[in-house]
């Protein structure tokens, strides 16, 4: 089998092959389906969701002008 970066393989106490990590920075889209099947909440999934959020001065902005707008009806 291949070697992957990101990717390792863990042996129980047997050594059996039974466990894999998996970084999900460098794997995290592939794994997402999966992840999802399995309804399993991942911290990728909401690292992904801050990085798009609105900054502070964004939501500020956005605030004001629905409060403004509350104002003219």
């Given at each position: 089998m291949?070697?992957?970066?990101g990717i390792e393989f863990e042996k129980d106490n047997r050594g059996v092959k039974r466990y894999v990590r998996i970084d999900l920075k460098k794997h995290g889209k592939e794994i997402e389906p999966f992840?999802?099947?399995?309804?399993?909440?991942n911290d990728f999934q909401f690292e992904n969701?801050?990085?798009?959020?609105?900054?502070?001065?964004?939501?500020?902005k956005k605030m004001h002008s629905r409060i403004k707008k509350w104002g003219e009806k």
């Open positions: 291949a070697k992957v970066t992840l999802k099947k399995l309804a399993i909440n969701e801050w990085s798009n959020s609105l900054t502070t001065e964004q939501f500020r």
